[in-house]
């Protein structure tokens, strides 16, 4: 699983940076629904690691 993050630089501030999560599989098969739970599962933890972020959709 490749994960890639684009970051740019922004002005400090209170408010959380909100985060919308593109989750992809190739196919139908019970591997392809575990690897997309599991990246699911990635961004829950990540923002939850990271409090200056917010997990609005994925």
């Known amino acids: 699983m490749n994960i890639t993050e684009i970051t740019a630089p922004r002005q400090k501030?209170?408010?959380p940076i909100r985060l919308a999560?593109?989750?992809?599989?190739?196919?139908d098969s019970e591997d392809q629904l575990h690897?997309?739970?599991?990246?699911?599962?990635h961004y829950g933890e990540y923002t939850k690691k990271?409090?200056?972020?917010?997990?609005v959709d994925i």
């Open 13 to 15: 501030t209170d408010e």
């Open 21 to 27: 999560a593109y989750c992809r599989v190739s196919s």
């Open 35 to 41: 690897s997309f739970a599991a990246q699911i599962r």
């Open 50 to 55: 990271h409090p200056e972020y917010c997990l």
